[in-house]
């Protein structure tokens, strides 16, 4: 009884973390469609009433938008950003800590041999 509870438990968490991110994503699709439908207004009226022109418009426009980024990603400057190895800084990451050690190589060595 045991082991079939804990099978129960495992399986509704998994579930769930599919099902949750899923539903989180299409949540977000919406409120960002909701927020764009004063910008395609305009273009909707010029459709016929009966097609939800401005629904459809908005959602198009916010996957138009992830794509555009999506494409960006996969351009030389995201795949040159995402090979960066860690402790280095690129566009997208944060600068490093000039007060770390190894920032000013010349100064750490200098003050390595007692002449800084």
């Not at 399986?11 to 994503?25: D, E, K, N, S, T």
Request: charged share 15%; net charge positive.
């Amino acid at each position: 009884m045991k082991q079939s509870g804990a099978y129960l438990l495992k399986a509704i968490v998994r579930g769930a973390l599919i099902v949750v991110p899923v539903y989180l994503a299409i949540l977000l699709l919406l409120k960002a469609a909701k927020s764009v439908i004063g910008i395609v207004h305009p273009i909707a009226k010029l459709l016929p009433p009966w097609f939800p022109a401005a629904d459809v418009l908005s959602i198009l426009l916010v996957l138009i938008v992830c794509f555009l980024i999506g494409a960006l990603v996969h351009t030389a400057i995201g795949r040159a950003d995402r090979e960066v190895g860690a402790g280095t800084h690129s566009r997208l990451r944060i600068a490093p800590n000039p007060r770390a050690e190894g920032y000013w190589p010349e100064r750490n060595q200098r003050l390595a041999t007692g002449t800084g």
